[in-house]
């Protein structure tokens, strides 16, 4: 899947920040493709960028109208048609992760047919892609893992690129996720695809590269997550990961979703290494990374130090203390 | 996905037994299903039950016509069209596992819209699924595991099936495979399911049962398979087995499809619990099966003797030898 920027981000009128945190996430991560909002009377929400009409979004070169906040269920609201016909009509594509595809909604369909424009559905997953060969590929790949869904995978390989870009390092981020999608530009929703071919898609989205090149891969879930683990062990094998990092929520006391207690990063170390070494032998654990949101500053310093003591690895809160540190650590591979 | 037995199974003109692999299966397992087969001029594949045409088997009582043979590539040639369209035509409903949905040829479309019969594909998975919760349920589960695909997982479980029913036991064999819901009647497609839902569709297809109650669930693939381990893992968790039974084939040299060495069987059932505790603390390994069909059956006994004193766990041929030390061995459980 390939959605052109720059993007005019949708926000529709959402109650609050949450309800737009792909949107808000994409400005964060991608600015200079966000040349403006949209929003409608009542949003609750702003990411912080112009508000512009359709036609100032096209006339300043917009590409894609990406909608960047879920109401309620994930379902699209009758009143948000209006607008994305508007943005069709005008020539712009349009990209979603609803749990509907645009196309379904006649008057959408419609709209798209009239002006050629491309409508992403980016939860659905319409390619069809080989199943996984598991043989070695060229090029360097870091996979984030998880004790848990949602605790920074995707921050942590943007904040990766982003400081190794900076030094001057051939770097991408590959997305696997929705939001990470958009992100990008391109990927898979991996968590879409049917289930036979989640690495053979992994494949796919990190394709051998140059020898000194890093793919950048966006974890999902978690080898211990009883509802998700499947998609990723398949993420695991797919990326055959030279290089992983163990994200972590310290403040979490049942894994999302459901009641299981939390493995330990020990754990996650251990049996990412067990399960990864089947298509790459070399596969090592370079750093910790901890959301540390919810903790008050010292108290992140002493837990970041006290796991990089217990652990032997850098230990850093990516958003809050940056990842120099586990760049760093990847030098020696 | 419930399919309404009894069948005509179609085996159209396939070159070999081989093609015909799925048909003859359910006719292995489910004999009482299967009044009779439907065969086109040329067809080299004999399921050995009476050659009916779909009037006579109307007339007979069959419901559904499974279409039990592939040709290359897993398409549907032309001038398989015709029987399937007189199928529906006669009231018959019509199950494949192909690659294409019936519905998209038109014909077959307008078919069943005049019959009102209905098409099941196998493959697709149109089902909405929950995610897995990974609580405990009721009753007893088993659920089969490989060294690699294609090792007699299907068969093993639907073997155990049998016996367990001949000594008066309360056992269902629960179907995670195309062939295996044709002998079912029910159950899905693992593979086909989107990669977030595998251990949510394991959960429905194995629902909450009486205590004394055994569920029977085929496994896929292999938990050290390059390409489809994600949808092993998925189907641990979703199965929260108690007992597993590890499938073995002796003379296979690198796993299905890759270039990668077989597990050792210890392995297998070391990250099997590994990774199944997750779900239930109390899994454990109850036996092994091995496919000594390409061994002489002095090579099979000394095989299996030693697999049984080197694991302390039974180990039989289920096909070859039967499966009643495997059933003994759930007594204590």
Redesign the interface.
């Known amino acids: 899947m390939v959605i052109d920027p720059p993007y005019l981000i949708f926000l529709g009128d959402v109650p609050d920040a949450l309800a737009a945190k792909s949107g808000i996430g994409i400005v964060d991560w991608r600015p200079e493709w966000c040349i403006g909002q949209l929003r409608l009377e009542g949003c609750q929400a702003d990411a912080g960028i112009p508000d512009l009409s359709i036609d100032e979004a096209k006339a300043r070169g917009v590409k894609t109208m990406v909608v960047g906040a879920v109401n309620a269920g994930g379902v699209l609201p009758d009143h948000w048609i209006q607008p994305i016909v508007a943005a069709l009509d005008a020539g712009l594509d349009v990209a979603t992760g609803l749990h509907i595809r645009l196309a379904s909604v006649p008057e959408i369909a419609e709209a798209a047919q009239r002006s050629g424009s491309k409508l992403h559905d980016v939860r659905f997953s319409d390619q069809k892609f080989a199943?996984?060969?598991?043989?070695k590929r060229s090029g360097k790949r870091l996979l984030t893992v998880g004790t848990d869904c949602s605790v920074g995978k995707k921050y942590t390989v943007l904040a990766l690129e982003k400081e190794m870009r900076e030094r001057g390092m051939d770097a991408d981020f590959r997305a696997t996720g929705q939001t990470g999608v958009f992100i990008s530009g391109r990927g898979v929703a991996?968590?879409?695809?049917?289930?036979?071919f989640?690495?053979?898609a992994v494949e796919w989205v990190s394709p051998a590269a140059d020898a000194s090149h890093w793919d950048l891969i966006e974890g999902q879930g978690s080898?211990?997550h009883?509802?998700?683990?499947?998609?990723?062990?398949?993420?695991l094998?797919g990326a055959q990961a030279d290089a992983f990092i163990v994200c972590h929520e310290p403040t979490r006391t049942t894994m999302r979703?459901?009641?299981?207690a939390l493995p330990s990063i020990r754990e996650v170390i251990d049996?990412t290494i067990?399960?990864g070494s089947?298509?790459n032998p070399d596969i090592r654990c370079t750093g910790i990374a901890v959301n540390t949101q919810k903790l008050a500053e010292d108290e992140a310093r002493a837990l970041l130090k006290q796991l990089a003591a217990e652990h032997g690895l850098p230990a850093t809160d990516p958003i809050r203390f940056g990842v120099s540190e586990l760049v760093d650590a990847l030098r020696s591979i």
């Open positions: 199943t996984g060969k598991g043989s991996i968590d879409a695809v049917a289930a036979d989640i690495s053979g080898l211990f009883p509802s998700f683990a499947g998609v990723s062990l398949g993420l094998h979703g459901v009641s299981h049996m067990a399960l089947r298509t």
